[in-house]
């Protein structure tokens, strides 16, 4: 398994682009990295998935550099909705164990 | 389309008790997955499944915990003799197939309560 490691939190303004980096040194030939969102009381809903450079979809983008150490979220003009925790994990193509670390909690102020 | 769902939401029971945890897979989905989250924690891994098979129960406590997921209805994550570290909310996810690669789609949980 490759454990991830990401910011405990961030604060950011409604308006602003934020950015979520994630690193993943272990990461492995075959491993995927997908970011999921949570609010509170609430299962992780998927955003986005990536396996090298870049990744984009209504809601976010995915940007992996060529070494695939580290990953990075970004989320384009961000409102209050936003304010959630943010899972980055790494997932083997035939690997089905998903692990999840502590996440990002990311508050969005007005 | 109907999501992952998972009845009841919230479930108490007392020392001792057993607890039925249900999850149906969204539609045309054949593999179920079972997460265990603690409050301010990320989730857990406890065990996979594909229709009537346990793939993966290496994260599921051996004893008391038990999981199915018959060829007909949900799938069921069962607590006997519930003690108070059993509190938490439980995940259920599904996917099209059991590739790391695809998503898993989760369910909004059920939030075990111990008395």
């Known amino acids: 398994l490759a454990k991830t490691t990401q910011p405990i939190s961030m604060d950011s303004y409604e308006g602003q682009e934020v950015n979520i980096t994630c690193s993943h040194n272990?990461?492995?030939?075959?491993?995927?990295i997908t970011w999921y969102q949570q609010f509170p009381s609430q299962g992780p809903r998927f955003i986005i998935q990536g396996y090298k450079t870049k990744v984009t979809n209504e809601v976010a983008s995915l940007f992996i550099p060529a070494d695939r150490k580290s990953s990075t979220l970004s989320l384009p003009r961000v409102s209050l909705s936003d304010t959630a925790v943010y899972y980055c994990?790494?997932?083997?193509?035939?690997?089905?164990?998903?692990?999840f670390g502590s996440g990002t909690k990311l508050n969005v102020k007005p | 389309n109907a999501g992952v769902m998972q009845n009841p939401r919230h479930l108490v029971r007392r020392r001792g008790q057993e607890a039925r945890l249900r999850c149906s897979p969204m539609k045309g989905h054949s593999h179920v997955y079972w997460y265990r989250q603690l409050p301010e924690e990320g989730l857990k891994f406890m065990v996979y499944?594909?229709?009537?098979?346990?793939?993966?129960e290496s994260g599921m406590p051996k004893e008391r915990f038990s999981a199915e997921f018959p060829k007909e209805g949900p799938s069921i994550l069962r607590i006997q003799q519930v003690v108070r570290g059993d509190s938490a909310a439980y995940f259920c996810?599904?996917?099209?197939?059991?590739?790391?690669?695809?998503?898993?789609?989760f369910g909004d949980g059920t939030r075990l309560s111990i008395l």
């Open positions: 499944l594909q229709k009537e098979n346990i793939i993966d």
């Open positions: 994990l790494v997932v083997g193509g035939n690997f089905n164990k998903f692990y």
């Open positions: 996810a599904s996917s099209s197939d059991g590739l790391g690669n695809q998503p898993q789609h």
């Open positions: 272990n990461i492995a030939t075959n491993d995927y």
